[in-house]
């Protein structure tokens, strides 16, 4: 009995103290941790979408709320004069967890510029093609928010990669949210962009 | 003291190194291998898992129950392996990017719950950190010269820190053509027992 309790006792005092740290640590990080992962993930990510911008699109970022959803927003003057927007949106249901994706709109023709993975834990080789070889995604480029983004397989217009049918399903899902957040917040994100 | 503490501060460096004598902790020589500064990183990110994990687990070595022994290692273990894994995003993000899935690994590195049970629990707190240093610096070591024959056979560079080669083969000679295969997965196979090899013919004492 005395030896149950002295387990039970050591065994929560240490996962206690460890919780109690591990917050402490990660809450000291956060700031920075978000900071490097818009400058080595979402930088390049924009960078690829929207490659001659006339302003910087990170600078600029703004938060957009409408039905309750936030979003930030990265704005682009493209070099005809006509505005673009891009922001990242999640898909659900990756092989190792959520997929992130910056999607890049035209704001005049309502169509997509260019997508590409950010974040994401997926296999090396089989998954992580998604963003190490833009093929797959480049399919996102041109399509109007008319346009199913959906897999092939589900009735959509959009080629899966062989061997990576999770992590294709989770890009597919990021695209469609993006498809549908552009054109819930459009009216708000052109208010704020002028 | 000062002599044994010496003593258990340096069998990690030669003749307990970790992959080459004792050969354990192969996952992440393997996988993580393909530059010096891979080796580096995921080396020190383990020398410090190691050497605060040996020093708890020496601290708490009387207040542990003998039962579940285990488990608390694996909790004093897991919570600094993730506050390795927060400040590697926090200040070195691309190399967190390269070792990506290896560092929330080392929770189930053979050889820092090796180290917490076979040494730091039946020592006291100073010898344990001597111990997990010595071990961690040797398996740096070990990362790091597995990682210059690869990286320098397979990709004809060198890179210390912060992803630019300090050398480059394509400056000395430009008929160099790279052996690809030693950054492939196989040839961290033959790296590695290449390299055991030689260990074997050196005597460890």
């Keep these: ?194 | 003291m000062a002599q044994s503490l010496a003593k258990e501060f340096t069998k990690g460096l030669w003749a307990e190194i970790p992959p080459f004598r004792l050969v354990l902790g192969l996952c992440p020589v393997l996988a993580v291998t393909k530059t010096v500064e891979n080796g580096i990183g995921m080396g020190m990110a383990t020398t410090f898992v190691l050497v605060f994990s040996n020093l708890l687990v020496s601290m708490l070595r009387n207040v542990i129950p003998a039962k579940v022994r285990i488990a608390c290692y694996i909790v004093i273990i897991a919570t600094f392996v993730t506050i390795v894994e927060l400040v590697m995003q926090a200040f070195t993000y691309p190399l967190f990017l390269k070792l990506g899935i290896f560092i929330p690994l080392i929770v189930v590195n053979c050889i820092v719950l090796g180290r917490a049970e076979a040494f730091a629990s039946k020592n006291n707190p100073i010898m344990a950190i001597a111990d997990g240093l010595g071990i961690g610096i040797g398996f740096t070591l070990s990362l790091s010269v597995l990682g210059a024959v690869r990286e320098f056979l397979g990709a004809g560079t060198i890179t210390i820190w912060g992803g630019t080669p300090v050398f480059d083969m394509a400056t000395v000679s430009s008929s160099f053509q790279p052996f690809s295969f030693m950054v492939e997965a196989p040839g961290a196979f033959v790296g590695l027992g290449l390299l055991l090899a030689i260990m074997n013919l050196i005597p460890s004492k």
């Design chain 1, 1 to 194: 009995m005395r030896e149950m309790i002295s387990m039970i006792v050591v065994l929560t005092c240490l996962t206690a103290v460890s919780g109690g740290l591990l917050a402490a640590v990660k809450s000291g990080t956060e700031l920075r941790i978000e900071e490097q992962v818009l400058k080595f993930q979402k930088a390049p990510a924009i960078a690829d979408i929207l490659p001659d911008v006339t302003n910087d699109p990170i600078a600029e970022r703004f938060p957009v709320t409408a039905d309750g959803i936030e979003l930030q927003v990265f704005p682009g003057k493209l070099a005809d004069g006509s505005k673009a927007v891009v922001f990242e949106t999640k898909g659900k249901g990756g092989y190792g967890g959520d997929v992130g994706l910056m999607t890049g709109f035209n704001l005049s023709t309502d169509k997509i510029i260019a997508a590409r993975v950010t974040t994401h834990a997926e296999t090396p080789g089989l998954g992580a093609r998604a963003k190490d070889d833009p093929a797959f995604v480049s399919q996102f480029s041109g399509k109007s928010t008319a346009d199913n983004l959906a897999l092939k397989n589900q009735g959509g217009a959009i080629d899966a990669m062989s061997g990576a049918t999770v992590t294709s399903v989770a890009v597919s899902r990021a695209a469609l949210e993006a498809q549908d957040l552009y054109k819930k917040l459009k009216p708000e994100i052109e208010k704020q962009i002028q």
